[in-house]
């Protein structure tokens, strides 16, 4: 009864965008986002600082198992997670505690300094210890993400997306804006009616830049594929596609999307519906959001359950469905507006028996950073970090010393083919004159 309701009411959405189109309030394209919408999305950089918690569910629909490959399946749907995303001024925390299945992850950004952790709660044995990466922005491929933001995503809100975008100075801002910020263009606007409120719609044409590949050295993707063939088992036909498919999103633009935002003017224009078409008009997926609240001392709204249908799959994109394959439901048990402090947005693991990984010192050059356990005893932590880096430095060196002594091994090889090259030539010539 529920799912039949639900497909009824996303029906009136659609129909309501299609008599948008026609319909004689329509403004045409050179009019751009009426000023009241565009300060009514402008108050989404007020949400900071903000903490959301959520539980995030992912389940396929009868067509999404029928098209969608059983490790595609397990690997990418069915998921059941607490989510927990914090900002402050740049600042950036998120936490993800499954229900059930994989471990645990905390991800935070101070900055300075990235953090990955698995805080491993439970008994602990040699296969589940805590574990933690720090790293500088700097060694991370700018074109990383790491945070889950699938809540805002679907309530219409950007966050940064790349570690790239991390690094600079940003707030919480409309999604529609940033596309508009990117190079979209606002296509049509007009005022419809649904569930009895009257909405705001606003048809946006855009670049998903989301979609777009960073460069990358195929000769040392190559490479990689290489060495993970013998463990993965990939033919050179695998391996050869594989390259064929990097070298065409190298050269891809990103594609053009269309955006139908339905924001709802007395709730401080919150995103109650929207929709995500490809360039022909086929629906990619459609997002609806309910129960919206107001957040304390803001004139700014979110939602406290939304659920997006997803009409094609990864590895898919050529083929949209006419019915969803599978949908996210996200419902929020928490907003926490007051500003978390600094030591918030740093994971500082004391946990006997954690393994860190820590790339942040000066000497670190390359993946690997300098590698030690939490002592029992915490007195001893820095005579425990001072031993792991001098360990570093001697196997760096080492390497260095091994990396010259196979230099000038070729090198002196290379002196001594030569003399005896040049020593068979003169003797050569000699015996043949005396000859």
Not at 83 to 101: C, H, I, K, T
Not at 338 to 344: G, I, L, Q, S, V
Request: charged share 30%.
């Amino acid at each position: 009864m529920i799912a039949s309701s639900f497909a009824h009411r996303m029906a009136l959405v659609a129909a309501a965008c299609i008599t948008l189109v026609g319909d004689h309030r329509l403004q045409a394209q050179d009019t751009g986002l009426p000023e009241s919408v565009r300060v009514g999305l402008a108050r989404y950089a007020d949400l900071d600082p903000l903490a959301v918690t959520w539980s995030e569910t992912t389940e396929a629909t009868l067509l999404g198992r029928e098209k969608i490959a059983p490790k595609m399946l397990s690997a990418y749907i069915n998921r059941n997670n607490v989510l927990q995303l914090a900002f402050r001024d740049g600042r950036m925390y998120m936490g993800r505690n499954p229900v059930s299945g994989k471990a645990r992850v905390e991800i935070a950004f101070d900055r300075s300094v990235f953090y990955m952790g698995d805080p491993a709660k439970g008994p602990q044995d040699s296969k589940n210890k805590p574990s933690l990466i720090r790293s500088m922005p700097g060694q991370k491929p700018p074109k990383t993400s790491y945070f889950e933001d699938g809540y805002f995503r679907a309530a219409g809100i950007r966050l940064p997306r790349y570690v790239e975008e991390l690094v600079l100075s940003w707030r919480p801002q409309s999604e529609l804006l940033a596309l508009l910020a990117e190079g979209g263009r606002v296509e049509a606007t007009g005022l419809t009616e649904l569930d009895g409120r009257k909405l705001m719609c606003v048809q946006v044409t855009a670049q998903d830049l989301s979609k777009q590949y960073p460069p990358a050295d195929l000769a040392e993707l190559e490479k990689q594929l290489r060495v993970m063939s013998s463990v993965a088992k990939l033919s050179e036909e695998d391996i050869q596609k594989r390259l064929a498919s990097a070298r065409k999103a190298q050269t891809a633009r990103p594609p053009q999307r269309r955006f139908d935002f339905y924001f709802d003017p007395e709730r401080g224009y919150a995103v109650r519906h929207l929709d995500t078409r490809d360039e022909t008009g086929r629906l990619l997926t459609r997002s609806d959001c309910t129960e919206h609240e107001q957040m304390t001392d803001r004139d700014v709204w979110l939602p406290r359950r939304c659920r997006v249908e997803h009409y094609t799959f990864v590895g898919m994109e050529d083929q949209v469905f006419g019915s969803p394959l599978y949908a996210d439901r996200y419902e929020v048990s928490a907003f926490d507006l007051k500003p978390w402090p600094d030591e918030r947005f740093e994971l500082k693991y004391t946990t006997p028996g954690t393994r860190v990984n820590d790339k942040t010192f000066p000497e670190v050059k390359g993946d690997f950073g300098v590698t030690y356990e939490i002592p029992a005893n915490p007195q001893q932590l820095d005579e425990v970090i001072a031993a792991a880096r001098g360990k570093y430095l001697a196997e760096a060196n080492a390497d260095k010393r091994s990396h010259t002594f196979r230099i000038l091994f070729l090198v002196l090889n290379g002196v001594g083919l030569s003399v005896l090259v040049i020593y068979l030539v003169v003797h050569r010539r000699k015996k043949a004159s005396s000859a």
